[in-house]
Nanobody, 116 residues
């Protein structure tokens, strides 16, 4: 059974940076995934896509984070570099990996809090 383990969340001041990482633990490698993504969710709101990257390296970022966040992947990790953080970026961030027929998996989430 594949598990996605997230790390890197925490409390930062506005304008600061954080790097989130998601590592696959199991028999399947991230580089074989169809797509990888980071989503975020605020209590009472729908989970929203932050950034996604395909196995071919194509990326898609939400308008709210363009120019500030960068998604990347290695053989077994997917990361999100977050710069120029704003209070409105405060949310629980979730790693998502789509392996097609092998399934789609979510991490448990990591809290990012950006203070004024």
């Amino acid at each position: 059974q594949v598990q996605l383990v997230e790390s890197g969340g925490g409390l930062v001041q506005a304008g600061g940076s954080l790097r989130l990482s998601c590592a696959a633990s199991g028999s399947i490698r991230i580089f074989r995934a169809r797509a990888m993504a980071w989503h975020r969710q605020v209590s009472g709101k729908q989970r929203e896509l932050v950034a996604a990257i395909s196995s071919g390296g194509r990326t898609n970022d939400a308008d709210s984070v363009k120019g500030r966040f960068t998604i990347s992947s290695t053989v077994n990790t997917v990361s999100l570099q977050m710069n120029s953080l704003k209070p409105e970026d405060t949310a629980v961030y979730y790693c998502n990996v789509d392996w097609g027929s092998a399934g789609q998996y979510w991490g448990q989430g990591t809290q990012v809090t950006v203070s004024l």
